[in-house]
Every structure is written in structure tokens, then in C-alpha cells.
């Protein structure tokens, strides 16, 4: 018998091909179903926009880049914003992103997570507003002040481990009947759109990152550091250019091979030329029924 309860995070997609609904059931964790690849992309477009915001007083980083670009691939392709829970697929109702940063720069502090929401319709520097704006609050009071998941967490952390682990089953459960409370579901990084850690900011390559069975997020990506790389140019002739490597893992249940195949096209596209990411869309397209 179906749970009549709405999420407040999504809605169940009704019309799947029947092969899509009958996945979720086979494979029913999502580590069960993580596809992990490498993409590289162009940096020639993002070191141009990175510099010329440079020159009018403005911060700009990879990363800004890199979700604000996959901000937007969401948002034209809506197939790739779903998740899965408790083998239904739901459409996400909007579009968020969760890292982790340290919250003093100096070292010697644990790291934070933080979550951002998002409509869709946002241009990349409305993107790295929001992104710079939650770091700033973090980094600038050196951790003092604690995010909504660092409340949860320690609310969490002065239980009992037997306690602590019984908390987490009946959290889970009550996301996958979904009575999960707002308060949990809000601060929670896991219930997001797309995870990023970024590994180049400490000078290391790109990590696949295992996405979580806690929450919706079905998106992991890790930066690597830049490289050189020898690549083919539009005449199919050998030239060297500066790459940036992507790691990703993705829950394979909720869109189709070619949804993700489009999603990375786009996404190369819109890093190649961040400045087409300068102008906001109306409005972020629907997914099916």
C-alpha cells in the first residue's frame, strides 16, 4: 500500500516508462546504482571570465563557475533534478547544492556544510553572490557561528551511540514515508540536487565520491586541479590546452544514459563560454508528469 503523504521536497513522476519504475525496485539503494566517470573541460573560457571579473574588483573561482553551470544544465533538463525514494521517482521541486568548506582558512577548525537553493532561472554571478555570501559568513567569524546542519549535527552528537543510531533508522524511515520533519530536511546537505567537494583548492587530483543512501542527492562531483593536457582541435589536429577535471558519480535510476550524455554536452558548452551563463532563462523547464 502506497504512502499518501506528499513530499514536501518533490512530486512522484507518474508517467515513467515502465522499465524506469521497475529499476528502482531491483536496485534499491543508491549505492547500489552509482555510475562513476571523468569528464575534462576547457579552462580557456572560465580563466577569460575569471580574469576579466578580476578587473572590475570581482572574486570569480572555479567552482562558482561549475555550479552555476550545473545550476542551469538542471534547469533545462529536469530529468537529471530527480530523485529516488523508497523506489518511487520524484521530480525535485527546486534546485540546490551542497559543499563543504573549512571554517577557518587557517586551519586547525572541522569543516561545515553548507546548502543553497536556487530557481533556476539565476545568471552565474547571482549563483556566486549566494555561494560567496555563505562562505563569507562562515570564514569570516572563523566557525563561531554554526549553520542549520551544524545545529542538527550536534543536537545528534550528544546522544548515546545506541541512541544515535536509532535516531538515524527512524530519521530514514520517516524520510522514506515521507514525515521527515522540515526542520531535518532543510538543514540536511543530503537532501540535495548535487553534491560538491572541491579537491583542487587543495592542489590534489579529482576523487569519485560515493553518493549518500541518507537523503536525495544523486549528484556527486569532485574537482581535481587543472592539468595540461594534448586534445584534438576542431581540424582534428593535436594541441595542448589547460583541462579541468571533473569526477562524477551519479544515481543511474532516475534519467537515462542519453539524459546524461546531453547533460554533460550542455554543461561543456556552458563552461566553455561562462559568459552565456551572464544571462538568466524565464523560467526552468518542467519535468513530465
Known amino acids: 500500500m502506497e504512502n499518501g503523504m506528499k513530499r514536501r521536497d518533490g512530486r512522484k513522476i507518474k ?42 574588483g570581482i572574486k570569480v573561482t572555479y567552482i562558482d563557475i561549475v555550479a552555476a553551470g550545473i545550476v542551469r544544465m538542471l534547469a533545462l533538463m529536469p530529468s537529471l533534478n530527480r530523485f529516488i525514494m523508497n523506489g518511487r521517482v520524484y521530480a525535485r521541486n527546486n534546485i540546490s547544492f551542497s559543499y563543504a568548506l573549512q571554517k577557518d582558512l587557517k586551519g586547525g577548525s572541522s569543516e561545515t556544510t553548507i546548502k543553497l537553493e536556487f530557481a533556476g ?7 556566486r553572490d549566494k555561494i560567496q555570501a555563505a562562505a563569507d559568513e562562515v ?27 536509532f535516531a538515524v533508522t527512524i530519521l530514514m524511515w520517516m524520510d522514506k514515508h515521507n ?18 567537494t572541491n579537491m583542487k ?26 592539468k595540461t593536457k594534448v586534445v584534438a582541435d576542431l581540424d582534428d589536429q593535436p594541441e595542448v590546452r589547460k583541462m579541468l577535471p571533473l569526477g562524477v558519480v551519479i544515481d543511474e535510476r532516475f534519467a537515462e544514459g542519453l539524459d546524461w550524455a546531453k547533460g554533460m554536452k550542455q554543461l561543456k558548452r556552458l563552461l566553455r563560454d561562462p559568459h552565456m551563463l551572464d544571462k538568466p532563462i524565464e523560467k526552468k523547464n518542467e519535468d513530465i508528469d
Request: aromatic fraction near 12%.
Open 121 to 127: 532561472t539565476e545568471t552565474l554571478m547571482e549563483v
Open 201 to 226: 583548492s587543495l592542489g590534489i587530483n579529482y576523487v569519485f565520491h560515493h553518493v549518500y543512501n541518507f537523503g536525495t542527492a544523486g549528484i556527486f562531483i569532485g574537482l581535481g586541479k587543472d
Open 179 to 196: 514525515c521527515l520533519p522540515k526542520m531535518v530536511m532543510d538543514a540536511s546537505p543530503f537532501h540535495t540536487s548535487f553534491f560538491i
Open 15 to 56: 508517467s515513467l516508462d515502465p522499465f524506469m519504475r521497475v529499476v528502482p525496485h531491483v536496485m534499491r539503494e543508491r549505492s547500489d546504482s552509482m555510475i562513476m566517470f571523468q569528464e575534462d573541460f576547457v579552462c580557456d573560457g572560465m580563466d577569460a571570465y575569471i580574469k576579466e571579473k578580476k578587473a572590475e
Open 139 to 165: 570564514t569570516k567569524t572563523k566557525g563561531t557561528v554554526d549553520t542549520e546542519t551544524d545545529k542538527v549535527a550536534a543536537i545528534l552528537a550528544k546522544l548515546p551511540d545506541w541512541l544515535f543510531k
